[in-house]
């Protein structure tokens, strides 16, 4: 499943003005055990499961339709709002060229510091900023593009970042955000109650877990107008890793009473012989809205 390992601690940012809590804000479950969180130390690791997300075709093909969307163009000026490890800031350097200006923002220091990596190793023009979408740090009417991905998700305050987007964007300026509706999420086979508590344990552990359906409403509450919705199941290979993440969260589960460690099993197992036979699916949906500013 996406983003389940995605969001590591998140740097403060002097000019939001927001408290730590609020800014890399995510609930725990009563095991203290949280969702979103990378576990493990190394930037690395980090990294690599940026990537190994990245290459998701659910996440691909809808990169695509929000290219498609913002359809930057040369001498422009656009915006990666939480840049991770970088890859969409370089897109959009490239398709500005020379004359314009790409960057990305991004509080976490690992994933500032392998975008800037990467950057130099494609002698890519795009630039990196420590800076959180409470609190972009820019004028207004900077931009003509910002992309915000799988971003709103980790945020208490996703109208704050909403109303950043806007105040940003030049008037006439085009946004996608996109993000994951846990509310989607499809894990298959397993015992039907037994699943749903798999699912409540994610969304309880999630700071925005519905972020996808609530994005055109909060672009529209900030003054922008929707052009478009667009979606795409992001579907796990149960070949690579799926066992390992729903196991996680199956102990969650387990960790806040919700299920028994017997139930973890069965379900354990029903998961191991559908992946087996062919028969398993592990699935959310991610939702992109395309929006502008008014003129
Ligand atoms: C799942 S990653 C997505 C990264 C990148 N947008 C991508 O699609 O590859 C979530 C990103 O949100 C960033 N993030 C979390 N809280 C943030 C905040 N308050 N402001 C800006 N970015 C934030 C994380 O540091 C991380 O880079």
Redesign the pocket.
């Known amino acids: 499943m996406?983003?389940i390992m995605?969001?590591?601690s998140?740097g403060s940012s002097p000019q939001s003005g927001v408290s730590s809590r609020e800014?890399?804000a995510g609930a725990s479950d009563s095991a203290g055990l949280r969702p979103d969180r990378f576990d493990r130390d190394g930037q690395d690791q980090l990294v690599d499961v940026?990537d190994l997300?990245?290459a998701l075709p659910g996440?691909r093909r809808l990169r695509t339709w929000a290219h498609d969307a913002l359809a930057v163009r040369p001498g422009e000026s656009a915006v990666?709002?939480?840049?991770?490890?970088g890859?969409?800031a370089l897109v959009f350097a490239d398709a500005v060229g020379p004359s314009g200006t790409a960057v990305g923002?991004?509080?976490?220091p690992g994933?500032l510091a392998a975008a800037e990596r990467r950057a130099q190793q494609h002698h890519s023009t795009a630039k990196f900023v420590s800076?959180?979408?409470?609190g972009l740090p820019f004028g207004s009417d900077t931009f003509d593009a910002a992309l915000?991905?799988?971003?709103f998700q980790?945020?208490t305050g996703p109208a704050r970042?909403a109303g950043e987007i806007a105040r940003v964007l030049k008037p006439g300026g085009r946004v996608v955000v996109m993000d994951s509706d846990w509310g989607t999420a499809i894990v298959h086979p397993g015992d039907r109650h037994v699943v749903h508590e798999v699912i409540e344990t994610m969304i309880a552990g999630t700071t925005n877990p519905f972020a996808g359906r609530r994005l055109a409403g909060q672009l529209t509450a900030a003054g922008l107008v929707v052009d478009d919705i667009g979606s795409h199941a992001l579907v796990q290979d149960t070949g690579v890793g799926a066992g390992a993440l729903v196991t996680r969260i199956a102990e969650m589960a387990v960790a806040r009473g919700a299920i028994t460690e017997q139930q973890r099993d069965q379900l354990l197992a029903d998961l191991a012989a559908g992946a087996a036979s062919g028969d398993a699916h592990l699935s959310v949906t991610i939702f992109a809205v395309s929006a502008h500013k008014p003129a």
């Open positions: 996406p983003d995605a969001n590591s998140v800014r890399s940026h997300q990245a996440i990666d709002i939480g840049s991770g490890t890859s969409e923002v991004e509080p976490d994933l800076g959180d979408a409470y915000c991905e799988r971003v980790h945020l970042a």
